[in-house]
């Protein structure tokens, strides 16, 4: 395992309003090259960390870290980077502020161009909330990045996806050991109920219905219920929660530079993009991306045909793995 990294922004302030030092927290894989043209970033995704991300690379895989310089990076609120479980001070726990989606594409280009002087990344990939950051880099700094990939994600909140995700943080909410926020011990049964409702949303029907889960050596739809109250397990209750506002916040044209235009931050990604929905997912849906698609200068959409849903993006399938791997391959070929 590669050593965690760290680097720290002083006196920052959120969009929400408080000035905080924070901490990124960040893994890299292979040789910046002299030129520093090989760097490829992958955001985190919702309850997942750095190490989560690795299915997208590997030695002799498309994205190879001999080959490229990838910087794996932990968003804000996911327990590696500054969180409510990790933070030392009066915003701890349930008083953490919301760090949104922007204020984690901010601190990010801080990282690539003050401590690695990268003026250009080749690639920017992310799967769901990795893949909203990686929207909002196009968005935001169109001149540092070559190719975008989006995975199962989206450039704002549609509304039917803000009220899942706000569903499954108010089921959290009512279990008597969160405790308001205030919990002395992890409240494993308030995110064991948070799990319990996500296994209906992270797949499909038809993974269900056609006993797709059998091939993870499942047997029943109960083991891929227990599957994701595990999965969570890993996180704590209020990181869950800061995430889900950085979530339910997004919208890549709510800042001070696009002012809440939608298609004019759109219009701002001029990076050779691959948009890649999954046609079954059932909260970052193919219509909205398609939308998005229409008011970007260099993007094409290419659903994943994969009754996997959500998951199709998660690195659990291997046939959905291959056509990742595809779009990578052609994204990394673009001239720099």
């Not at 002395?184 to 949303?201: E, M």
Request: charged residues 20%; aromatic residues 12%.
């Amino acid at each position: 395992m590669k050593r965690i990294k760290k680097f720290v922004i002083e006196d920052y302030l959120t969009q929400s309003g408080y000035k905080l030092d924070l901490t990124i927290q960040y893994r890299t894989y292979g040789v910046l090259s002299s030129d520093r043209s090989n760097a490829v970033l992958i955001p985190s995704f919702y309850g997942g960390n750095d190490t989560d991300v690795q299915y997208l690379f590997a030695s002799g895989r498309v994205l190879d870290p001999e080959k490229h310089f990838i910087i794996a990076v932990n968003m804000f609120g996911n327990g590696c980077s500054t969180s409510p479980s990790n933070i030392n001070n009066e915003y701890a726990g349930a008083a953490f502020p919301t760090i949104t989606i922007y204020d984690n594409v901010i601190c990010q280009q801080r990282l690539i161009t003050r401590e690695f002087k990268i003026p250009k990344l080749r690639l920017i990939t992310g799967f769901s909330l990795g893949a909203a950051q990686a929207m909002q880099w196009g968005a935001l700094f169109p001149e540092m990045v070559n190719a975008l990939l989006p995975i199962c994600g989206a450039a704002k909140v549609a509304p039917h996806n803000k009220v899942f995700i706000e569903s499954a943080i108010q089921v959290l909410k009512q279990i008597p050991d969160f405790y308001q926020g205030k919990y002395t011990s992890p409240p494993v049964d308030a995110i064991g109920a948070f799990g319990h409702v996500y296994a209906a949303w992270l797949f499909s029907q038809d993974f269900f219905a056609q006993r797709i889960y059998t091939s993870l050596g499942m047997s029943s739809p109960e083991d891929v219920v227990q599957f994701t109250k595990k999965y969570f397990q890993k996180s704590d209750a209020n990181d869950l929660i800061a995430m889900a506002n950085a979530w339910t916040a997004f919208d890549i044209s709510k800042n001070i530079k696009f002012k809440g235009d939608f298609n004019k931050a759109l219009n701002a990604i001029t990076a050779k993009t691959i948009i890649m929905p999954c046609d079954t997912d059932l909260y970052f849906r193919v219509s909205d991306n398609a939308q998005e698609v229409l008011a970007m200068p260099d993007a094409s959409l290419r659903p994943l045909r994969s009754d996997w849903g959500h998951a199709a993006g998660f690195g659990m399938n291997a046939d959905d793995n291959d056509t990742i791997d595809k779009a990578i391959e052609e994204l990394l070929a673009q001239k720099l």
